[in-house]
């Protein structure tokens, strides 16, 4: 069966400091990976995804995540945060054994302080 | 892409009445999904709903307590059953265009509160 692991519930970051939100995932077979970022009482909006190909994937508002088959790891990254990427990132995977199912982490809470 | 919208964006509700919740989609799409957010955690998919057959349930949820309908490709319900306490989460409409490696687009999703 595919699970997704997030090693962080929590990360408090200073605003213009970098981040990295951890992701870990495990699955006998290819998987398709994608961050997903929900903002305070909305729903989730896609940041990048990670099909095939480049294992260096872009997101929207300056993330990007690095695939890293021999780790089973999908971390995200951004070189300087604002304020307003305070919020829950949820990695998933989908495809593979699990079909057309897409498994969400348990959410890591990024928190940019001024 | 596609523009999913819910109803009811919230309600509180007493113990043992039942809810339903619409998800209205701006495009035909196969495959939808419904999810549960409990507070401060992640989604956990209840169901798959595809037009034309019957829902499949993830393994702890059942049909009796949540109930689904799929009459068309925009539109599905979701029942809440019979409710606790232990069900006021949020719950997510969710569809995919395409196949795995297709984006999920996500409803605002409906909060519920059961007392």
């Known amino acids: 069966a595919q699970s997704v692991t997030q090693l962080d519930s929590q990360v408090p970051v200073f605003e213009e400091a970098p981040v990295e939100l951890r992701c870990n995932y495990s699955?006998?077979?290819?998987?398709?990976l994608f961050w997903y970022v929900q903002y305070p009482n909305q729903g989730l909006q896609l940041l990048l995804k990670y099909l095939s190909g480049s294992t260096l994937v872009k997101g929207i508002n300056g993330f990007e995540a690095e695939f890293n088959k021999s780790q089973t790891s999908f971390h995200l990254r951004k070189p300087s945060v604002h304020i307003s990427d305070t919020a829950e990132y949820f990695c998933a995977v989908s495809g593979g054994g699990g079909g057309f199912k897409t498994i969400f982490g348990a959410g890591t809470r990024l928190f940019v302080k001024a | 892409s596609a523009v999913i919208s819910q109803k009811p964006s919230r309600d509180i509700c007493q113990r043992g009445t039942s809810l339903t919740i619409q998800c209205q989609v701006d495009s035909q799409v196969t495959m939808m999904f419904w999810y549960r957010q409990q507070p401060g955690q992640s989604l956990t998919l209840i169901a798959t709903a595809n037009q034309g057959s019957e829902a499949t349930y993830e393994s702890g949820f059942v049909i009796d307590k949540f109930p689904i309908s799929r009459p068309n490709l925009t539109f599905s319900t979701l029942t809440v059953s019979n409710m606790s306490p232990e069900d006021s989460s949020i719950y997510l409409c969710?569809?995919?265009?395409?196949?795995?490696?297709?984006?999920?687009?996500f409803g605002p999703g409906t909060r519920l509160t059961v007392l």
């Open positions: 969710s569809v995919r265009i395409g196949g795995a490696t297709d984006t999920q687009y």
């Open positions: 699955s006998s077979v290819s998987v398709y």
